[in-house]
Each structure stands twice: as structure tokens, then as C-alpha cells.
């Protein structure tokens, strides 16, 4: 056993009892187990922490309004002076000791999560601004900052501290309920804080810990790009202003432990001059530095007591002992041992005797006897372990025996005597025992003053809780009344979204009952209620969605059904169709059924009859009922129409003609007129119940066409498109999200930037029409009546009409960079402005007197031509086309009297009509002309003189056309629906524009000549005007369409077919898209001029 | 309820001014990356303009001082840190309709950003607020004109590029009917040299015309390679040869078999068609991405997969209306009602798990149940009406 000096001894005693108190103070509260630290070096990290503050985890909030102000944002403070909002602002920095504003907590997933007070606010920082504005305080109920790892250490042999700290924002919505507007809450992100070599040293005067030196980082990656990070302890800035950048140093760190750190993390927007921050505090309650000893910390050396060998007995030892103390004693008495040995053998000398007092040697002695004592004054209370070892130092045999005494203790360490000190201080006299004696003294008063501390602060503690509890009951029961309540309410949600399924399903098993077709709804129906009720509960959304979509399915079975009614119709002509074909063993079509056939594989059949027959048989019987024909008659005429119609179709040969066109005489179309009204006859028969069934067929589905978008779809309209050749016209996609979208990527985009190029007002009107949806209305109204005297234009209207004014416009078109819609869209508001001023013009010709009777009494009615009069005709889009109406007078013979002043009246109306309206005539190309008259009396420059030509040119019109004719009661009917079919020669004689088609001489010999001489005027115009050649392709597209006239007028009902080029010429003038060029347009221009006697450079180039 | 935000049509100022407000430049995924211009930024927000009315600001100070409301900033966020973003194209022959919608989380699971760059003009369209359902609901409307009950239904995966060339194929056919029909000519011959097909197909990817299946396929599949060269056409024809949808009788002609030709005649042209992809911004070809095409004669879901061999796949898979509606109605629900469950992808995985053994010209093990083709014997699932493999049309009874 070594033997210390007394000084030295001393110095371990004073060391311990500190280390102790230290400890027992530094040591979390409710510690567990707790094993003894480290010397000098205390770790603290997140696992640690989970396990002591489990008890004693509390959520508490800042009372912001109670919080004093703290000094850390001084700038702030002396900038804004005594503005009222500034004293508010720091409120929300709680600085008081007592007020617990962030503790620790476990979440869910046992990881450490911060609640604490986030606050975010912004100021105004130059411009002599107004100060701190809409600061905001958070009271968050759900974590909104988490921290992810935390680690402090404190190095006391090297008084020094270090830590690393990462913070993630976590941005949860739906925490954010108590939102105010205009609060801020957006935290996303991360922020890792590191600090090291901070020095602690004690400052006596406060009886304080301050911080020096040190460095650090943050690593801010929280949302935003923020410049400042402050460390701040006990109201102390720890930090400088760091950079712009993420990463923040934080320099010479300097300034008070305190029980809480607070992060300040500014964002500066130098563009409004504004910052918005977020102080984020952070309390450290496991790491308590105060000293309440007073006293500085000394560098004592520990107590060097001799630990105990640990010997086993010798069981064969030839010797035995046996030893016995008072195993109960008072506080204040001695422990006295005694030892008695019995020897076996002579030969045993002196034995070594040690006695041992919990665990440390306390006396050691040499005995030749039986018999040894032991004596240790002034036990601490509690159990003690008095071991004695009999050692033969010759042999190596051993004996061992320990007891244990009780001594009474003291209720605290004030009431013990205080014995110990005194030993302490004479323990060099004492020698060991004493020494011991003072280190037991020494722990059991450390231990004793440890647990009434935590007795103490137990009662605290407990008593906090308890009020905690008792809030946290209140905050639960406030928390369950509103779940309650939001259960309740959601019950009652979901009964009525059950009563709704039951409802819907009820209502569709109804309709189906109606409608067969329909019945595989309800199995889509029930098959997709699973998904609309799941996990016990009905989706509100997915169903609303759910009974959309078989609403929509619903309607488009309806479609279905009307159009099985059109194909029942259809198949009757088609079967008359497969008689006509039998009889001229053709199995041509027209060109447009080819086309309209080819691209949708037979779909085509939809739209073909009723734009096709079926429109102009209504239209014929509507024309019919106004010449006096009234029901059985009436339904015949539709019944005949229809069918001639069709039948007609292919005898003239509408359109491109088959390649060997057959040659049909007056007697086959005579036989076929009689087989086809047998026909009639027996649809008659067949209509005798609902006379008015055709025409209730039509307005039935032409409602479903107007509220029912797809249709068209169903329907495909075959035309041009400004893609590559023929497309089919589909309707364009139904969903449009509201507002601006792009159409983009395919070509739109692209035309869009290329019209641009010529005019960007002009793009920008084509992209709003196409925003507008472009929507053309293929039903509209052709009736305007004196309640209703004018077509209501739309915002696309409106728009529209700047296109028509934009003389650039003309020339996108041409360049094919117009989408086929706007273009429809254009021309049918175009077609809207010039029928208004049609109809105003008749208005006001009501007012005009002329030899005694009204000036529009003369008028028979307009005859408008033009392809582009015809927005939904498939030849109306890809090239400009215009828009020509002519009037005409109702006696020919008042022709240069009453009537043509009627009709020149008329068209100085109709031009003052639309410049009233906006629109330029010569830009948009609408021309009324005044009436075409075959009389060789008159001459007219702008038509035909001779009879043949001014009848086939009134053909034209009158079958491409429309046509405007006044109303008994004063209003105007525009006849024709926009893709009606021409009306045929046959046709006319019965059911024509309102009367037979004139009789004239069939050949005259003037017609080359006439046409000639117009060709001439057009084309000198035309050069005139722009002061250059035109090719020959130009003046057969213009001029072409006089050759078929001047044929028609020589051959007409002579059987003959139409010479081939003439197709082309015809082709050339109503198909811009068409081309000739080489050997064929040598040809036909060949053809062309010989023909018409014309000169072979007619326009300076042929 | 919140109400929606506003639409916002701004020009690129008032975007950079929205982009300081929201708190920063755009993350590296952001559609906005290359848009924010520190001297627009720095600009004062114009009064009386577009963001000064709007209400985006929740509100404006003596200074002109602004900042933006909680939902612009989430708004914001989907765009400056997309997580999810999704591409919704809906297109008929005459046009197409691409939608591009952002957002901070995943699809189902937050509301979607639609930004549209007008860059030409200077504008820039940012819509918040629309959900998946929406989303569901227009290509709902947009494919609901196809055949309803009736119609082609098969299943077949090809990769990528054999399914490039089956479109060639598939839009050769188309090109002779229409020939054949204007020349009045009923004595259609469908074989085609390979080279006839590649200019065809050429002729097809110049116009750039929609209503072609091979022009069309690119804009469906923008992620996946498409590119074949002619001198891989014979190889990429053989192949499909191989899997029986193409014969080839001598040493440069093809014969498409009548199950290609009815695919065809029911397809081409379409009358419909659309996309939605849904793509995690990290991971390039991770996500959700299915392409519908309908015709008059079929309904048709495509699908990429990822193959072993590196090339990706398409599944083609036809469906009737109804089955249509309910997968595409299915994309509109929330998480927890994968669409992987629906019928169709539930149809769709057997015939994933015979695209490996296809390639390896093996045929699966049949089940009890298993039907055969009449022709070459291949394994069909029950209800098809052609050979997957060898495309011959079964009849009612057999297999």
C-alpha cells in the first residue's frame, strides 16, 4: 500500500467533492443509470438525449406578447426609432429564463424534433423605409423545423466547445390553417450549423460562462438565397455578417452561454429592398455551465486510495478465521470489527492481517496471535462492506471474510454532524481510515445533495406538469370536439354522397329502360365504383367525375341513335343509288363522296346525307310549303329531291368527273326521274303517319349538334387543310384548359411565327381567334325577321373582322398560314357583316319611294356567290376567296328603269351598310353588284350581254350560292345552308329559287364573243391595276370558269359531256390548292384559248 | 376552400420580378432555368400591370414594396423546384395540344402548375391549380370517340423501332387504299419492297402530317429513339417478319397479313389521339407514360418499357371504349388506386411477361385455358381475335 502526503491528499478530496457536485449538477435530470463520464469530457449527443428527457418533455409555446426585448437585432431597432411597429417586432424573442420556449421532444419516430417559435418577417432596409413590416409569428401545431442530428461537446480539460447542428425545414400545407394572410411560412430546406474551439471561461463578476473565439460555418440550403446567418447566445450576436453565398462563415464567436441559441437567417431582396427573415431559437436545457459553488475550478489531483487486491479464499488453507461487526448501527456511531484465528499447524508464523472498507484498504497489520480488531470511526450512513484478508505470506494460503453494517442515516447533509471536515483535515494524522472516511462522507453528501435536488426539482417539475397536463387535457378536449364535429359533418357528407351514387344509379337504370344501347353504362358504372368508394368512404371528385363521363357517354349513344336514323334514311337513297348504278353500269362516285369515303373508311356516310340530300330536301320542302304545297305534297317533294338529288349528283357530274364519263341522254334521266318518284310514292306511304318526320329528324338532331361538340367528330367534313392534301376535319380537342394555352410543336406554332413575320398584329388576331376556340356556327340562322334583324357579332366576331380589314391577311392565306378554322371562322363573320348589311339594305329601301312604291318592292332578291360566302364549304379555305352578291330586280323588263335603280339603290345601301359595320369592302372583298342582265341594249362591262351566258352565270351563282329574298314579313331569308348542294337544272324547273328557270334560245352565236369580250375586260383591268403580266395559271383560275358557261350555253340538254380540260379549268378555279404546269398547262391553256378565240398571250405571258 | 389563383400572362420582366418575390432562381430541373434576369428583377413591379393586379401580392406597401401570397409561392415552388412534371398532349389530324403542368411533389398527391413559354413573344402563361383529375378528364373527353363496345382488341409488344417500321406499314396500307380508291382500282396488292416503304416513309416524315401513324409516333414518344436508317429497314422488316406479321415470299417483297391489314383499315387515320407522361425531374425515364391513338376501328393504349437489350418497347395493346374510359378515368384518382391495377394493365402484364420469351423465339408453357392459333400455333390470350404472333384472324371457335 503506497502512503500519500497530506497535501496531496487534500487536493484529492477538495478535486473529488467538486467533481462530484459538478457532475451531479451537469448530469441530466431523471437520470437513469448513469455511468460516470469521461474525466473531464462530456458528450452529449441526439441518442443521449432521447434517452434522459423522455419524462420530462414538454411543448410549450412563446407567449409572444409577454416576451421582453431582446438586443440582438439592434439595428433594426435604432433604424426604425420609435416607430410603434418597431417595439413589436423583437417581441417574439422570448428572453426570459423561466419561459421554456423550445424543448425537446420525440417525434414520432423517436427522432429529436424542435418545436420551437419560427418567425418570419420582413423589413424594409433602405430607401428610408418604414421599418420592419408584416411580421408574423407562427404558432405551428405540427413540426415545421426538425432537427436531424445535434451534437455539442464540451472539452473541460481543454474548457472549449464545439457542435455540429443540422436543421431541415419541412413544409407541411396542411399545418398551415392558421395562416392569416399574408403570414410566411415557407421553410423548406436544410441548414447544417457547425461551431468549434469555442473557449469557455468563466467570468466571476456575472457568474457566467462567455464564449471566445472559435469558428464556424453554416451550410445554409434552406429555401431562398439567404446572406446572413447570426449565432446568437444570451442576446449576444455570436456571429458576423457572413456572404452572399450558402455557405456562411461565422467568425471569432464570442458572447454568453445561455440556455438557448438563437438562429437568425436573413434574406436580403436588394430589388425591393426588403429582407425577409427567420429567428429561430433553440434551447440547449441538457448543458447547465452556471456555477452555484461560487467556485472556480481547480485542477486538483483525485484521491489515490488504494483499491483492495481481490484474493479468493484458500478452502485448504491450514488455518481458519472468523470475524464478526455490529451489523447495525446508529449515524454517529463507530463500526468496530474483531477477528479471531484458529491455527492448525505449528508451523504457521505471523500471518498478514488487512482490513478493508468498501473496497479500499483501510488498515494493514502483522499478527503472530489468534486475534486482530478493527475500528473506523465515523461511518457515513448507509451499508458498508468490511472485508478482512488473512494472508500467510510463506505459503500464499489465504482466509476471507467481509460483513456487512448498516449505519443510520441523516435526512439531509445539514443535520449530519460535521465530523468529516475535521478528519479531512487531520487525515495525515489519521491515517488511511480517515482518509477513507472522509471520501465516503464526501460521496454520501454529494449523493445526498444530488437527490435533493432532484427531490426539489422533481416537486418543480412535477408541478409544471401537472399544469401542462392539465392544459394539454384542455387543448385534447378542445381538439376532440372539433374531430368530433368534423366527423359528424363528414358523416352527414357521406351519407349524402351515398343518397347521390343511389340517385345516379337509379336515374341511369331508368334511362337505359329507354334506351337499350346504353345498358353497358351501368355495368361501366358499378365496375367503377370501386374506385370512387374506397376504404369505406365515397370520393366526392371521383365521382362527380364518374357521373360526367357517363354523361357524356350517355349523349354520345344519342348521337349513335340519330345517326341510325340518318343511315336508315341513307340506306333507302343508297338503295336507289345501287338501281342508278345497275342502270349506267357505273360504279363512279363523285369526287367528294371518293374523297369523304377514302379517309374515313365509309364514316363518311354520316355527314353525307344530311349535308348532302337530306339538307336540300328539307330546304326544297320548306320552298315547296311556300309555293302552297302543304303536307302529303310536301313530304313527296322532300322524298323527290332527295332522291334526284343524288341521282343528279352523278349525271351532271359535279366536281372532277370520272375518268370515262358515261353519256346520258334525256330519255335515261326521264327513266330514272319516273322510277325515282315510284320511289317517292312509296316513301310517301311510308311517311303518312309523321309527315313531318323529316324535318322533326333534322331539328331533333340539329339541337344535338348544337350542344353536343363531338359531333363533328363523328361527322368528318372532307376539305383541304393546311397540312399536306386532304385531311379530314375533325373537331379539335375538346378539352381546352381555360385561359391561354399553347398550341404549339406542329406546324401551329410555326405558322403562327411566320405570319408574324408578315404582320404580328396579325398573328397576335389569329392566335386570339384560335383562343376564342374559332368556332364556327354550322347551324346558323337564316332567317332574319323584324324581331331579329341582325346576326349578333361575338368577340371572335369582332376579331375576325380585323383579319378581314388586314389587307396581310389575304396574303397569309395564300401562304397557307392560316389555320382552315380561323379561315371558316373569318368567313362566316364575314358573311354575318355582309348579310346584316343585305338585310339593312332591303330596311332601307322600304323608306325609299320610287314611282309611287316602295324601291325595294322591285327587287326579286340577292343572289350571293362567291366561295367564300360558304365558310363551311371545303373549297372556301386554303386561298382567299370572296364574297359576291349580286341583286336583281324582278322584271327584267324594268332592266334601265325602275328596277335598275332599285338595284342600284340597293347596292349604294349595302356598300354604306358595311362601312357602317367596319368593314372595308376592298380589303375584305365584298362586292354587291347591281344585278346581271342579258340585254344587248345596255351594255355592262361587268356581265355577260347574251342571253345563254347570263343564264349560266346566274346558274352558278344560283347553285354555288345563296341566295337573299325578302320575307312577307319584312325580314330575309339566306336560303342556303352553307354546304348545301347545288341545285340542279331539273330541280330548278319544280322547286328552284322561287321560280322556273327562264327559257331562252339555246344557241346563240354571240356567246363566244361575249365571254370574250368580259375576258378582255377583266384581264386589261387587272393589268392595269397591277401594272404587270399575269401568267396563264392566273387567268384560268380567274377566267377559266367562262369556257364551261359558253359550253353549257351551246350544249346544254344535248347530251354531250363536257370537254376534259374543262374539269381542270374548273378545278383550277375552285381548288387553290390545285396546280398546273408543263405540258399540261401547256395544253389546257391550248384548249382554253382556242376555244374561246382568245389570244395566246392573253395577259402578256401565254 | 382557397380559391384559385389567378392565371398569369406575363411578359419575361414580370416573370424575373416574380421569381425574385418567390425567393430566388429556378432549381436546375425548373422550367424557368435561363428566365431570371437580375436587371428585370431589379425593375419596380409596373403599376397597374399584370403582377400589380393580380393576386398573386398579397399586398403593397408605401414604398411599392410587394410580396406574394402563400399560394403564388407554393405556385412558385412547383415551377422553381419541380419534383413531378407532366406532359398532356391531345391532338386530332389537324392539330396538337401540348400542355406542360409542374409540381413540388408528386401527381396525385398536389395541385399542378401549367406553364406555357411563348418566348417568341415574350410571354409566359403560368396557371396553378389543376388537379389530376382534370387532367383525366381531358383526355377522357378528348378519346371518347372511338368504338365503344366493339372493335380490334389484341395485345402485342414490339421495340421501339419495329414498331416505328410497323406504322410504316401500317400507313403503306392506308396509302394504297387511297390510291387504289381515287384510280378506281379494286385489285390492291399490299406487298411492298423495301425500299417503296422507306420512301414512303420519308415522303410521310416530311409533310409532318398527323395522320400518319409513323409521323405521329416521334410526338407520342418524345423520350424514346426512333431513328431507323433505310439500310436497316430490311433487317427491321425481317424481324417483324419473323414474329409473323409481316410475309415475305421472295428475296425484296413483303406481304402484310390480314391482321395487319385490318389494324390498319381500323387505325389509320386516326381520328384521335393523346399522351400523358408523368416524370420524376430527377430520373429521366422514370415515371408514368402512356400514349392513346383511337381510330374507327380500335382504341389503341401504347406503353414504353424498358427492354434487357438497352432498346426500349412499345406495348400496343387495343381495348373498347369501355375499358379505355376506365383506365383513363383511373389516372385521375388518388395514389392509392394504381393504375396498375386496372384491367387493362392487368391484361397488359401477361403479355409482358411473353415479350422476353418472344424474343427469344421461345413460345410460353400454356396454361389449361391456353388457346392456340389456328395458323402457327402461337399461345393466345383468350378473347383476342388475331395471333399476336403470326397475326392470323381466329375465328369465333377456334384456337
Request: glycine share 8%; hydrophobic share 40%.
Amino acid at each position: 500500500m503506497k502512503k500519500r502526503g497530506l497535501g496531496v491528499l487534500r487536493c484529492c478530496a477538495v478535486s473529488a467533492i467538486l467533481f462530484t457536485l459538478i457532475w451531479g449538477i451537469i448530469q441530466p435530470v431523471s437520470a437513469g443509470p448513469v455511468e460516470r463520464p469521461e474525466q473531464g469530457r462530456i458528450v452529449v449527443d441526439v441518442p443521449d438525449v432521447t434517452q434522459y428527457y423522455h419524462q420530462d418533455a414538454k411543448k410549450e409555446w412563446s407567449d409572444n406578447n409577454q416576451s421582453t426585448v431582446v438586443d440582438y437585432a439592434p439595428d433594426i431597432e435604432q433604424e426604425n426609432g420609435s416607430q410603434n411597429t418597431v417595439a413589436a417586432v423583437p417581441a417574439y424573442i422570448a428572453n426570459d429564463q423561466s419561459d421554456d420556449i423550445i424543448v425537446l421532444d420525440y417525434g414520432p419516430d423517436d427522432g429529436v424534433i424542435l418545436y420551437g417559435s419560427l418567425t418570419w418577417y420582413n423589413f424594409s432596409d433602405g430607401g428610408g423605409g418604414d421599418g420592419v413590416r408584416y411580421p408574423h409569428d407562427l404558432r405551428l401545431q405540427h413540426p415545421e423545423i426538425e432537427i436531424e442530428t445535434l451534437l455539442l461537446e464540451i472539452d473541460f480539460n481543454q474548457m472549449s466547445m464545439s457542435g455540429t447542428m443540422k436543421i431541415s425545414g419541412v413544409d407541411d400545407g396542411s399545418s398551415h390553417s392558421n395562416l392569416s394572410e399574408g403570414e410566411h411560412y415557407y421553410a423548406a430546406g436544410t441548414a447544417v450549423i457547425s461551431f468549434q474551439d469555442v473557449s469557455l471561461v468563466w467570468e466571476d463578476e456575472y457568474e457566467r460562462w462567455r464564449l471566445e473565439g472559435g469558428s464556424g460555418e453554416a451550410q445554409i440550403a434552406l429555401e431562398g438565397s439567404y446572406y446572413r446567418i447570426s449565432l446568437v447566445s444570451g442576446g449576444t450576436d455570436l456571429s458576423d455578417e457572413g456572404s452572399t453565398s450558402g455557405s456562411v462563415p461565422l467568425r471569432n464567436i464570442s458572447g454568453i452561454l445561455d440556455d438557448k441559441l438563437i438562429l437568425e437567417i436573413d434574406h436580403h431582396c436588394p430589388a425591393v429592398e426588403e429582407s425577409l427573415g427567420a429567428i429561430l431559437e433553440i434551447h440547449t436545457p441538457q448543458i447547465n455551465l452556471s456555477n452555484p459553488q461560487g467556485e472556480q475550478p481547480q485542477q486538483e489531483e483525485q484521491p489515490q486510495l488504494e483499491e483492495a487486491p481481490d484474493l479468493s479464499d484458500s478452502l485448504n488453507a491450514p488455518f481458519s478465521i472468523s470475524a464478526g461487526c455490529d451489523a447495525s448501527l446508529a449515524s454517529g456511531q463507530d463500526i468496530d470489527c474483531s477477528l479471531n484465528i484458529q491455527r492448525n499447524s505449528e508451523d504457521i508464523g505471523p500471518l498478514t492481517v488487512v482490513w478493508i472498507m468498501d473496497g479500499y484498504v483501510a488498515s494493514e497489520e502483522q499478527v503472530l496471535g489468534d486475534y486482530s480488531s478493527f475500528h473506523f470511526p465515523n461511518p457515513p450512513p448507509g451499508t458498508h462492506t468490511v472485508q478482512v484478508q488473512v494472508v500467510d505470506n510463506t505459503t500464499g494460503n489465504v482466509r476471507v471474510a467481509a460483513m456487512d453494517v448498516e449505519v443510520g442515516g441523516f435526512a439531509s447533509p445539514d443535520e449530519a454532524p460535521d465530523r468529516i471536515p475535521a478528519g479531512a483535515q487531520t487525515a495525515s494524522a489519521m491515517g488511511t481510515t480517515a482518509l477513507i472516511g472522509a471520501w465516503l462522507w464526501a460521496e454520501w453528501m454529494a449523493a445526498k445533495a444530488n437527490s435533493l435536488t432532484d427531490e426539489r426539482r422533481d416537486a418543480k417539475e412535477a408541478k409544471e406538469r401537472q399544469a401542462w397536463y392539465e392544459n394539454q387535457m384542455a387543448r385534447n378536449d378542445e381538439v376532440r370536439a372539433r374531430q368530433q364535429a368534423r366527423q359528424r359533418e363528414e358523416e352527414a357528407n357521406q351519407n349524402a354522397l351515398e343518397g347521390e351514387w343511389k340517385r345516379y344509379r337509379g336515374g341511369l337504370l331508368e334511362t337505359v329502360k329507354k334506351h337499350e344501347k346504353s345498358k353497358h353504362l351501368v355495368d361501366l358504372l358499378d365496375d367503377l365504383q370501386e374506385v370512387v368508394y374506397r376504404d369505406g368512404k365515397w370520393d366526392a371528385d371521383g365521382l362527380q367525375r364518374l357521373e360526367r363521363m357517363i354523361n357524356s357517354r350517355l349523349v354520345l349513344d344519342r348521337e349513335d341513335e340519330a345517326r341510325a336514323e340518318w343511315e336508315r334514311v341513307w340506306d333507302f337513297n343508297k338503295r336507289q343509288e345501287a338501281e342508278v348504278n345497275s342502270i349506267l353500269r357505273s360504279h363512279k362516285m363523285s369526287a367528294l363522296e371518293v374523297g369523304a369515303d377514302l379517309l374515313t373508311l365509309g364514316a363518311s356516310n354520316l355527314i353525307f346525307m344530311p349535308t348532302k340530300a337530306f339538307i336540300s330536301a328539307i330546304y326544297a320542302r320548306r320552298r315547296a310549303m311556300m309555293l302552297g304545297k302543304t303536307g302529303t305534297d310536301a313530304a313527296g317533294s322532300v322524298i323527290k329531291e332527295a332522291g334526284l338529288s343524288l341521282l343528279l349528283d352523278y349525271i351532271s357530274g359535279k366536281g372532277p368527273r370520272p375518268a370515262t364519263p358515261k353519256v346520258i341522254g334525256k330519255a335515261t334521266i326521264k327513266y330514272l326521274e319516273k322510277r325515282i318518284n315510284v320511289r317517292a310514292e312509296r316513301g310517301i306511304a311510308a311517311l303518312q303517319d309523321d309527315p313531318e318526320m323529316p324535318v322533326h329528324l333534322w331539328q331533333g338532331t340539329g339541337e344535338k349538334l348544337g350542344v353536343v361538340p363531338k359531333l363533328a367528330a363523328k361527322l368528318p367534313v372532307v376539305k383541304s387543310s393546311w397540312g399536306n392534301g386532304a385531311q379530314t376535319n375533325l373537331a379539335s380537342p375538346v378539352y381546352r384548359p381555360p385561359g391561354n394555352n399553347a398550341l404549339m410543336r406542329v406546324g401551329m406554332e410555326n405558322g403562327l411565327d411566320r405570319i408574324s413575320q408578315i404582320d404580328t398584329g396579325l398573328a397576335d388576331n389569329v392566335r386570339r381567334i384560335l383562343d376564342e376556340g374559332a368556332q364556327v356556327d354550322p347551324h346558323i340562322n337564316n332567317v332574319l325577321s323584324p324581331g331579329n334583324p341582325s346576326y349578333t357579332l361575338t368577340p371572335q366576331d369582332e376579331i375576325a373582322r380585323n383579319l378581314i380589314n388586314n389587307a396581310s391577311y389575304k396574303e397569309a392565306v395564300q401562304d397557307g398560314l392560316v389555320p382552315n378554322r380561323v379561315q371558316q371562322a373569318v368567313y362566316q363573320t364575314r358573311d354575318k357583316v355582309a348579310r346584316n348589311a343585305a338585310a339593312e339594305a332591303f330596311r332601307a329601301l322600304d323608306n325609299i319611294d320610287l314611282n309611287g312604291q316602295s324601291a325595294s318592292s322591285y327587287l326579286k332578291n340577292v343572289t350571293v356567290t362567291g366561295t367564300g360566302a360558304r365558310p363551311l364549304n371545303p373549297q372556301a379555305v386554303g386561298g382567299y376567296a370572296d364574297w359576291d352578291a349580286t341583286v336583281i330586280a324582278q322584271d327584267s323588263n324594268l332592266v334601265g328603269s325602275a328596277g335598275r335603280q332599285a338595284e342600284e339603290l340597293f347596292k349604294a345601301h349595302f356598300d354604306d351598310a358595311l362601312r357602317q359595320a367596319g368593314v372595308n369592302a376592298d380589303t375584305a372583298e365584298v362586292s354587291m353588284f347591281s344585278g346581271v342582265h342579258a340585254s344587248p341594249d345596255v351594255p355592262v362591262s361587268v356581265g355577260y350581254n347574251s342571253e345563254g351566258l347570263a343564264h349560266w352565270h346566274k346558274m352558278d351563282m344560283a347553285c354555288e350560292g345563296q341566295s337573299a329574298v325578302r320575307l312577307e314579313d319584312g325580314g330575309v331569308m339566306f336560303n342556303a345552308h352553307p354546304d348545301a348542294a347545288p341545285m340542279q337544272e331539273t330541280l330548278m324547273k319544280e322547286f328552284g329559287q322561287m321560280e322556273a328557270a327562264p327559257r331562252f334560245q339555246t344557241v346563240s352565236g354571240d356567246v363566244t364573243a361575249d365571254a370574250r369580250r368580259l375576258v378582255h375586260c377583266h384581264v386589261n383591268a387587272q393589268i392595269s391595276e397591277t401594272g404587270g403580266p399575269i401568267d396563264p395559271l392566273a387567268v384560268l383560275r380567274q377566267e377559266g370558269k367562262h369556257a364551261p358557261r359558253v359550253w353549257k350555253a351551246s350544249n346544254a340538254g344535248s347530251g354531250a359531256d363536257m370537254p376534259g380540260w374543262m374539269d381542270d379549268v374548273m378545278r383550277l378555279k375552285n381548288d387553290p390548292n390545285y396546280y398546273l404546269s408543263g405540258d399540261k398547262l401547256e395544253e389546257v391553256w391550248k384548249n382554253y384559248t382556242e376555244y374561246m378565240g382568245l389570244p395566246p398571250n392573253l395577259g402578256g405571258e401565254g | 376552400m382557397k380559391a384559385a389563383l389567378q392565371p398569369l400572362n406575363i411578359n419575361g420582366q414580370e416573370l424575373s420580378q416574380l421569381l425574385l418575390l418567390a425567393g430566388g432562381k429556378p432549381g436546375a430541373v425548373s422550367p424557368l432555368q435561363g428566365l431570371f434576369s437580375e436587371d428585370d428583377a431589379a425593375m419596380r413591379i409596373q403599376p397597374g400591370g399584370v403582377l400589380e393586379k393580380s393576386d398573386w401580392l398579397d399586398g403593397q406597401g408605401q414604398q411599392g414594396i410587394s410580396s406574394l401570397s402563400v399560394q403564388a409561392r407554393l405556385a412558385m415552388r412547383a415551377l422553381q423546384h419541380p419534383k413531378t412534371s407532366v406532359q398532356l398532349v391531345l391532338g386530332d389530324l389537324q392539330e396538337i395540344l401540348v400542355t406542360e403542368m409542374y409540381s413540388a411533389g408528386g401527381f396525385q398527391d398536389d395541385e399542378l402548375v401549367i406553364f406555357t413559354e411563348r418566348k417568341a413573344e415574350n410571354r409566359y402563361v403560368i396557371r396553378p391549380g389543376v388537379s389530376p383529375g382534370q387532367v383525366s378528364d381531358a383526355l377522357l373527353e378528348h378519346l371518347m370517340i372511338g368504338p365503344r363496345l366493339d372493335g380490334l382488341e389484341f395485345a402485342l409488344p414490339l421495340p421501339s423501332k419495329a414498331a416505328l417500321v410497323f406504322c410504316c406499314v401500317l400507313d403503306w396500307i392506308h396509302t394504297l387504299r387511297l390510291l387504289s380508291k381515287l384510280q378506281n382500282d379494286r385489285q390492291i396488292s399490299f406487298a411492298f419492297t423495301p425500299q417503296a416503304l422507306w420512301q414512303r416513309a420519308m415522303e410521310i416524315q416530311m409533310g409532318d402530317d398527323l395522320m400518319w401513324l409513323s409521323a405521329l409516333l416521334p410526338y407520342l414518344f418524345p423520350n424514346l429513339e426512333f431513328t431507323v436508317s433505310e439500310e436497316k429497314i430490311s433487317g427491321l422488316l425481317d424481324e417483324l417478319a419473323g414474329m409473323g406479321y409481316l410475309d415475305k415470299r421472295n428475296d425484296d417483297l413483303y406481304y402484310p397479313n390480314d391482321f395487319v391489314i385490318s389494324l390498319a383499315d381500323a387505325l389509320v387515320p386516326m381520328l384521335s389521339f393523346g399522351s400523358c407522361a408523368i416524370r420524376q425531374m430527377e430520373e429521366e425515364l422514370t415515371g408514368f407514360h402512356l400514349a392513346f391513338v383511337v381510330g374507327v376501328g380500335t382504341n389503341l393504349v401504347l406503353e414504353a418499357a424498358p427492354g434487357t437489350d438497352g432498346q426500349h418497347w412499345l406495348q400496343l395493346t387495343a381495348v373498347n371504349g369501355i375499358e379505355l374510359s376506365k383506365l383513363l378515368f383511373r389516372i385521375g384518382l388518388p395514389e392509392d388506386s394504381e393504375i396498375e391495377e386496372t384491367p387493362i394493365q392487368e391484361e397488359m402484364a401477361p403479355v409482358k411477361e411473353e415479350m422476353a420469351p418472344a424474343r427469344e423465339e421461345k413460345t410460353p408453357v400454356s396454361a389449361e385455358k391456353q388457346r392456340f392459333c389456328t395458323k402457327c400455333g402461337a399461345a393466345m390470350r383468350p378473347g383476342v381475335k388475331f395471333c399476336t404472333k403470326c397475326g392470323h384472324q381466329q375465328s369465333e371457335r377456334g384456337g
